[in-house]
């Protein structure tokens, strides 16, 4: 696949979905939500994710995969992983907006994992974009909330730094400081202040992991002022939180 | 290659699946643990989650050097040039090391030549590449030098400068992550004794 191919994919997969049941239901998210709107930061990845409302994959699972499979996506097996011949790899990622816990959806033609926090932070106002014109994809700040909150032992650190980065863009349009700030408020003190915690703990992956080093020298100084910048901004945002 | 699905309405297997909903919940247990041993600091935390982390070695160019003289030597007669940060900094201002690698941690000037230190005659360059000096233990020491040209700000103690307490906090945030076993004999042995102030000293103690 070449190079930038998989930053093109989500119009052309989006306008594959133009007139059916699936317009405008399926959200660009994960480290791929960087496709959705202007930024310099990368995804470090080549698969793409799509949030589904679980009561669609629950009430019309086996139209959903019929439909992905006339236009070309198989599934792989048992998964809500899907490709094409040449196109990258998309899986499906469940939300709710009545059950906030982790779980599995039901049984059924399609399964999707549902994370708790996703419904949380999809269901505040700004947190996507483009739902008018059928692309929906997470806003700035809906991206750096997602990327904060998501929980992964292994490549934690990988969303930290993308959400600082993202931040550091940002920490001057106070349109985004205020979505961002209202989407958090979904969450608990407790959450917020892990959410700053991991946040600092992933300055430790710039440390160790070679993919942030191999950028050069100069670069990787660069890249390090933007995740301090961001972290300082973050700390400046969640701070102007009464105190609980 | 995917299985094609057009017209499946096989149910799925929950196998994958059911794989996937264990390890986020594994991944949830271990977060609260985390969130727990964090809590466990209690107002430490609030005051330290709250200092941006300082990377030793993004601050400019890495490079260590193996010693074939003492310490002591080494930090004689780099006097002039070193700005000592990380365990060698904790080490002259509040008399204690954490990690377990004796190496000397410092910033030079980004235009001082290699070869100055070359000729100070302390040991041997090391070549090749570098990240793993810093995760493995070894049993001799090395001067970990980072070359940067926005040196970190620093002062004179004991005849020697080292970054500043305020910094160092920011430093060790950014090498050995939020715990409370340097935190607590950082807050004993430097803040108190320094009377660190930004960052530190006056860092907020208030809810988020």
Redesign the interface.
């Known amino acids: 696949m070449n190079s930038g191919a998989e930053q093109k994919f989500p119009e052309h997969f989006f306008r594959g979905l133009d007139n059916t049941f699936l317009k405008g239901q399926l959200i660009l998210g994960g480290s791929s939500g960087l496709f959705g709107f202007e930024t310099a930061v990368s995804a470090w990845t080549e698969d793409l994710d799509f949030y589904v409302d679980e009561e669609l994959v629950v009430s019309r699972g ?1 139209e959903i ?2 439909l ?3 236009m070309g996506y ?10 094409a011949p040449g196109l990258p790899t998309f899986d499906l990622v469940g939300y709710s907006t009545t059950n906030t816990s ?3 959806s039901l ?5 999707v ?1 549902v ?1 708790g926090d996703l419904g949380l932070i999809l269901a505040r106002p700004g947190s996507v974009a483009g739902a008018a014109t059928g692309r929906t994809t997470l806003s700035p700040a809906g991206f750096v909330a997602v990327k904060l909150t998501t ?3 292994e490549k934690g650190s990988k969303d930290k730094i993308q959400a600082l980065l993202v931040i550091a863009e940002r920490a001057g349009d106070s349109a985004f400081r205020e979505t961002l700030r209202d989407i958090l408020k979904a969450f608990d ?2 959450t ?3 959410a ?3 946040a ?2 992933a ?2 992956a ?3 992991d ?1 993919t942030f ?1 191999n950028h050069g ?1 100069a670069k ?2 660069a890249l ?1 002022e933007q995740v ?1 910048s961001g ?2 901004a973050l ?1 400046d945002m ?2 102007e ?1 009464p ?2 | 290659m995917p299985e094609h699905s057009e017209g499946s309405e096989k149910p799925l297997q929950s196998d994958p699946m059911q794989r996937l909903a264990r390890r986020i919940a594994r991944d949830r247990t271990i977060a609260r643990r985390r969130s727990l041993a964090r809590r466990a600091m209690g107002p430490l935390f609030w005051k330290y989650v709250q200092i941006v982390p300082s990377v030793f070695t993004a601050r400019g160019e890495f490079a260590a050097w193996e010693l074939n003289v003492p310490v002591a030597t080494v930090l004689d007669r780099l006097r002039d040039s070193a700005i000592l940060t990380l365990d060698s900094a904790s080490e002259l201002l509040g008399g204690f090391r954490f990690g377990s690698g004796r190496h000397i941690y410092a910033y030079f000037d980004a235009r001082l030549s290699r070869d100055a230190i070359d000729d100070s005659k302390i040991g041997r360059q090391v070549e090749g590449r570098l990240t793993p000096l810093l995760l493995t233990a070894r049993n001799e020491t090395l001067l970990l030098a980072v070359f940067s040209d926005k040196l970190p700000p620093n002062h004179s103690h004991a005849g020697h400068r080292t970054v500043t307490p305020d910094h160092l906090a920011r430093e060790f945030l950014g090498y050995y992550g939020l715990r409370i076993d340097w935190i607590a004999p950082f807050e004993k042995q430097i803040v108190s004794v320094f009377k660190a102030t930004s960052g530190v000293g006056q860092a907020s103690s208030s809810r988020l």
């Open positions: 086996a995969v019929r992905l499979g006339q198989g599934r792989f097996t048992n998964s809500p992983t899907f490709s982790d779980h599995l049984p059924g033609p399609l399964q994992m994370f929980i992964r032992v003190d407790d917020r202040a892990d700053l915690s991991d600092q703990m300055f430790l710039l440390r160790d070679p080093q020298a990787y100084i390090v301090e972290f300082q700390r969640l701070g939180f105190d609980a």
